[in-house]
């Protein structure tokens, strides 16, 4: 392995440094995303359960601010509940936003790992050709065993951009949808914490993403960039 990023010359140690952010970025970005832990299943029910025991005191509001994501969000309405509908729906909007700017972290040097991975790789094949021809120029085109050190940078400059390129890109897409998902699953379990609060009439077992606020045109709408 190192007698292939010697010989793919000096555009192996940026492609290199590249591989080893991208598996840094992948295996942070797993284990950040997991959806157990952003939104854990059984959150909707105790919420549910503290509101019709009244027993949601802000002891328990902390605790379900630390221990997910969705219940940091979910906290935020709770909080301001008191403070009527809008405002409640508004605290809950930002915080998401800010939320959902925290999960996607790292992703855009991700997507530009994917990006300029090939770049580098086709720089270093234009060195390795301009190499080969400069060997040809000052050895004489008699010899063709003085193209071969240019023609193998090229190869392997190329390679090394593709094989960083791929996986950065694939990884990029998957963590660009799962967040896209999560923001959805916000704003469903956002709509169903305000239709708790202010629609109590409404059954549990009715709540969805249509079927949470009596006014259409209320609710909260998140979006992942």
């Known amino acids: 392995m190192w007698e292939l990023v010697k010989a793919g010359g000096v555009l192996m140690l940026p492609l290199v440094i590249c591989s080893i952010a991208m598996c840094a970025i992948i295996i942070e970005r797993s284990i950040r995303l997991r959806l157990d832990k952003i939104a854990p299943a059984s959150l909707m029910t105790q ?6 025991a009244d027993t949601l005191n802000s002891q ?3 605790k379900l601010k630390q221990n997910s994501i969705l219940g940091d969000m979910l906290a935020t309405g709770l909080e301001n509940r008191t403070h009527g509908f809008q405002f409640s729906e508004n605290q809950m909007q930002t915080r998401a936003n800010e939320l959902i700017h925290q999960l996607e972290k790292n992703l855009n040097f991700l997507g530009t790992i994917g990006a300029i991975a090939p770049l580098l790789g086709l720089l270093g094949t234009v060195i ?12 004489g085109v008699t010899d063709p065993a003085m193209l071969a050190a240019g023609v193998s940078q ?3 400059t190329t390679a090394a951009g593709m094989v960083v390129a791929i996986p950065a890109l694939i990884a990029y897409r998957y963590f660009q949808r799962k967040i896209a998902d999560i923001a959805m699953l916000f704003e469903t379990r956002g709509n169903q914490l305000l239709s708790m609060l202010f629609y109590q009439d409404v059954a549990a077992s009715e ?6 606020l009596q006014q259409p045109d209320q609710g909260l709408h998140y979006e992942a960039s």
């Open 47 to 52: 919420i549910n359960k503290h509101l019709r």
């Open 60 to 62: 328990a509001i902390a």
């Open 128 to 139: 390795g050709i301009i190499a080969a021809f400069m060997a040809v120029n000052a050895g």
């Open 154 to 156: 090229a190869l392997i």
């Open 207 to 212: 709540l969805s993403v249509n079927h949470t």
